[in-house]
C-alpha cells in the first residue's frame, strides 16, 4: 500500500492513463454493439422486406468500421473525461448536498479535529472537512487529480456517534484516501451515469412513439448499463472491505468502526441519492435493498456494498470478540439537556449609564459595552461611588471598548426588548439570545441544522406550548395573528423585518419574524423549542 | 560478444547497480522515519503551547490548587528542554500525567467545566494528544520498516559499510489506549 501522499501523486499517472483507457475500452464496447444492433435491425427490416438488404452489409463489422469506431471511443472517451473531472469534486458535492464546515459550530468544530488526527495518522494527506446537514447516518470520501481530499458525513452521524466511533468512520474514509479509491470511483460513477441516462431517454423515447426499431438499440444500452454497473460494484465491494482493514491499521481499534457500522445498520441511511451510481462513495449503501444484506454470487455481482453483517463480523474477528458480547454493549450517545452560554464570567451589576436624560441600570461592565447606545464617551457611575466620568476613564470598562472594536463579532441588540443579546450554544450551534425576554436570533443554515440536530429534550410545559400552537394554526387557517409587517426591526441592518409563516412545520401555521436580506430568522421564546418539536422525524 | 564480457557485466551490474539500488531505499526509508518524527515534534509543540493559557485559564476559578497547576509548568518546562528521544518520552509522560490530574481537580469547580474557553482548551489538548498518539504510530511504524530493512539480507551489508544505524522507537503512555474497552481472549 502507498505509505503517504507522495507515493500516492507518483502512482496517479499511470492510474489516470490506465482510468482513460478503460474508458475508451467501454466505449468502443458500446459502439461496436449498437453498431451490430442496428445493423441487426435492417437486417430484421429487409427480411420483412421493407428494406433492402445489400450484400456489403453484414451483421459483423469489417475492420475499416471498426477503425472508425475506435477512433469514435476515443474522442467520445475525451469528451467525457473532460467533462467528468472538469469539476468533478463540486459537482459531486452540489448533488450530495454538502457544505464546508462552519468552524464555530461545535459539532462541526470536533469533526474538523478528528479528520485532522486521522490525516496526522495517514502520513498527512490534507483532507477537507465537509457536512451534510440531514438526518440520515452515513458518510462518504472524495478525491480528484489535484490531490484534493474531501471527507464527509452527514449531521446525523456526527450526532449519534461518540468521538472513538466518529474516529473508526472517519478512518474507513480515510482508508479509501489512502488507497486512492475515490477516483476511480469518481470517475466509474459518472461513467455510469451517462448509461443510465440513455437508457432513460431510450426508454422514454419508446413510450412517446413506440419505435419497435430502437428495441435491439435499447438491449445494447441496457448491456452496457449492466457491464458499467458491474465495474462499479465489483470495485467498489473489495473496496470496503480493504478500507474497514485500512480504518483499523489506521485507529489500531476494530471495535471503534464496527459500533457505528452497527448503528447505522439499525438506522435510516438515506434515500436521497438521484441514482444508484453514486452509492460507491459512502460508507454503506444510502439506498437499502434486500439483496445489500444477502450472500452468494449473485448478491456479489450486483451490489456495491459488503453486507453490514460480514463487515461487522470481520471487524469482531480482529477485536477478538464476537457478535453476542458486542451487541449489547453498543450504546447511544446520550442527549444533553441545556442551552451553554459563551464564555460567562460572573459580573456584578453596579454600574448605571445615562441614556440622554436618563440614568438606566443597573448592568454589569460587559453589558455596558455592548449596549448600542453606549460609547467610550457616555457619562456613567458604580453603585456606592458618586462619582461620574466618561466611560473610558474607566480602565475596566474602557480595556471591554477596546476588545469590542477589536472583536469581529457584531454587537447586536434584542429587537423586542432592546437588550444586549450574548451569545449561546444551542445544541452546539453559535447563536444569539437576549438575555430578558430568551428570544433568540438565528442564521438560516443554522436553523436547518438545529432542526436536524434534535438533541433538545422537550418539557411538559413545551409540549403544552405545542398544543396551542396546533390548536390556533387551525382556528386561525393560515390568517396573520399580529399583521404584518411586523413591529421589529433586524438587528443586523436595523430594517424592519418581514413577518412570515414558517414552511418547515407546515401543516400548521407558525408566524416569525426574518430578515431576508441578512437571512437571519428573530424566534420569541421557546419558538425554537416549537420548531424542532413540530418538524421532529421528518426530512 | 563472448561469454566472459557478458559475465563481466553481469558482475558489473550486481556490484554497483544492484547496491545502488539497495542503498537508495534505505536512504529513502531514512528520510521517511525523519519525516515522521518531525510530524510528532509539531504536535508536542502544539501542546506545549496550550498549556500556559490552560494553567491561567484555571488558575482563575481554582486559586487553591497552587500545587498541581506548578506541576504541569515544571513538568512542561522539563519537556520542552528535552533533547534526546529517551528523555523526550519520559518528560511527556510525566507532562501526561500532571494534566490529567489537572483536569480530574477541574471537575471540582462546576464554573470552570462551564468555561467556554476552558472546554476548548480541553477539547484543543484532547486532539493535539490523539495527533500525538497517531503521529507516534505512524513513526514506530515507519521506524519498524527501517529496522527491519537494515537487519535483512541483502540490506543488511549495505547498512553496515554505510553506517545505517537503527533508529528507537517513540514509547509514550497513549491515552486512546486507555479508553479502549477490554477485550477478552
Avoid at chain 1, 460494484?233 to 464496527?258: M, Y
Avoid at chain 1, 432542526?451 to 396551542?468: A, H, S
Avoid at chain 2, 493535539?128 to 515507519?142: H, P, S
Wanted: charged letters at 25%; glycine letters at 4%.
Amino acid at each position: 500500500m502507498p505509505f503517504s501522499f507522495i507515493d500516492i501523486e507518483t502512482k496517479q499517472s499511470r492510474k489516470i492513463i490506465l482510468l482513460f483507457l478503460t474508458l475508451v475500452i467501454f466505449y468502443f464496447i458500446g459502439f461496436l454493439l449498437i453498431y451490430s444492433a442496428s445493423e441487426l435491425t435492417i437486417f430484421i427490416e429487409s427480411i420483412r422486406g421493407s428494406h433492402q438488404w445489400h450484400k456489403t452489409h453484414s451483421i459483423l463489422p469489417s475492420f475499416q468500421t471498426i477503425l472508425i469506431l475506435l477512433a469514435t471511443s476515443f474522442l467520445a472517451a475525451l469528451v467525457h473525461w473532460m467533462l467528468s473531472i472538469r469539476n468533478m469534486i463540486n459537482r459531486m458535492l452540489s448533488v450530495i448536498r454538502a457544505k464546508p464546515i462552519d468552524p464555530e459550530d461545535r459539532y462541526h468544530l470536533l469533526f474538523k479535529n478528528i479528520v485532522d488526527e486521522v490525516s496526522v495518522a495517514t502520513g498527512g494527506i490534507k483532507i477537507e472537512p465537509y457536512v451534510v446537514a440531514s438526518r440520515y447516518l452515513n458518510a462518504f470520501a472524495l478525491s480528484d487529480f489535484h490531490g484534493r481530499s474531501i471527507i464527509g458525513i452527514s449531521e446525523g452521524l456526527l450526532l449519534k456517534m461518540n468521538r472513538r466511533q466518529l474516529e473508526g468512520v472517519i478512518a474507513h474514509e480515510a482508508g479509501h484516501l489512502v488507497w486512492d479509491d475515490c477516483l476511480p470511483a469518481t470517475v466509474s460513477c459518472s461513467m455510469a451515469a451517462v448509461y443510465a441516462g440513455l437508457l432513460r431517454m431510450i426508454v422514454s423515447d419508446q413510450e412517446r412513439a413506440r419505435l419497435p426499431a430502437s428495441l435491439p438499440l435499447m438491449v445494447a444500452v441496457f448491456i452496457m448499463r449492466f457491464l458499467t454497473l458491474f465495474l462499479n460494484t465489483w470495485i467498489s465491494r473489495e473496496r470496503e472491505i480493504r478500507a474497514d482493514a485500512t480504518a483499523v491499521r489506521l485507529t489500531r481499534d476494530p471495535l471503534s468502526l464496527a459500533e457505528p457500522l452497527y448503528l447505522i445498520s439499525r438506522d435510516w441511511r438515506g434515500d436521497f441519492l438521484p441514482s444508484d451510481e453514486l452509492a460507491p462513495i459512502f460508507i454503506v449503501n444510502p439506498i437499502e435493498r434486500k439483496l445489500e444484506e444477502s450472500y452468494g454470487m449473485f448478491a456479489d455481482l450486483f451490489t456495491t456494498h459488503p453486507p453490514i453483517r460480514k463487515r461487522i463480523d470481520i471487524l469482531l474477528d480482529m477485536g477478538h470478540t464476537d457478535f453476542k458480547t458486542f451487541e449489547p454493549n453498543v450504546k447511544e450517545k446520550a442527549k444533553i439537556q441545556d442551552e451553554i452560554p459563551i464564555s460567562v464570567p460572573k459580573e456584578e451589576k453596579t454600574w448605571y449609564a445615562l441614556n440622554g436624560k436618563i440614568w438606566q441600570g443597573p448592568f454589569s461592565p460587559s453589558e455596558l459595552s455592548s449596549l448600542k447606545w453606549t460609547d467610550p464617551f457616555t457619562w456613567m457611575t458604580r453603585a456606592h461611588d458618586m462619582k461620574v466620568r466618561s466611560a473610558f476613564e474607566f480602565e475596566e470598562i474602557n480595556s471591554l471598548f477596546k476588545k469590542r472594536l477589536s472583536s469581529h463579532l457584531p454587537v447586536y441588540t434584542c429587537p423586542a426588548c432592546k437588550n444586549s443579546l450574548e451569545r449561546v450554544y444551542y445544541e452546539g450551534v453559535p447563536i444569539w439570545r437576549c438575555k430578558e425576554c430568551k428570544g433568540r436570533l438565528v442564521k438560516t443554515e443554522q436553523l436547518s441544522r438545529i432542526i436536524v440536530r434534535e438533541e433538545m429534550m422537550f418539557t411538559e410545559q413545551l409540549k403544552e406550548k405545542v398544543k396551542q400552537v396546533r390548536l390556533s394554526s387551525l382556528k386561525n387557517k393560515g390568517r396573520y395573528i399580529k399583521e404584518p409587517p411586523s413591529a421589529l426591526t433586524c438587528p443586523a441592518c436595523g430594517n424592519i423585518m418581514h413577518r412570515t409563516f414558517y414552511r418547515a412545520v407546515h401543516p400548521y401555521h407558525m408566524e416569525i419574524d426574518t430578515c431576508r436580506m441578512c437571512s437571519l430568522f428573530w424566534l420569541d421564546q421557546d419558538e425554537l423549542e416549537i420548531i424542532q418539536y413540530l418538524t421532529q422525524g421528518r426530512l | 560478444m563472448s561469454i566472459t564480457f557478458i559475465t563481466l557485466l553481469l558482475i558489473a551490474f550486481f556490484l554497483l547497480i544492484v547496491p545502488a539500488i539497495l542503498y537508495n531505499s534505505l536512504v529513502r526509508l531514512r528520510v521517511r522515519v525523519k519525516t515522521a518524527w518531525s510530524q510528532i515534534d509539531v504536535q508536542l509543540k502544539r501542546r506545549h503551547d496550550l498549556i500556559p493559557n490552560l494553567v491561567e485559564t484555571v488558575r482563575g476559578y481554582a486559586k487553591h490548587e497552587r500545587e498541581t497547576l506548578e506541576n504541569v509548568t515544571k513538568a512542561r518546562i522539563q519537556a520542552i528542554n528535552a533533547t534526546n528521544l529517551r528523555e523526550k518520552a519520559s518528560s511527556e509522560n510525566i507532562l501526561t500525567g500532571t494534566l490529567r490530574s489537572l483536569f480530574a481537580v477541574a471537575e471540582n469547580y462546576p464554573d470552570l467545566k462551564a468555561n467556554q474557553n476552558f472546554l476548548n482548551l480541553q477539547e484543543e489538548l484532547t486532539t493535539t494528544e490523539n495527533k500525538i498518539a497517531f503521529a507516534r504510530q505512524f513513526y514506530n511504524d515507519e521506524v519498524m520498516r527501517y529496522n527491519t530493512a537494515i537487519q535483512t539480507i541483502p540490506r543488511n551489508i549495505i547498512a553496515r559499510m554505510f553506517t545505517f544505524t537503527e533508529s528507537d522507537f517513540f514509547e509514550l503512555e497513549d491515552p486512546r489506549e486507555k479508553a479502549l474497552p477490554e477485550v477478552k481472549f
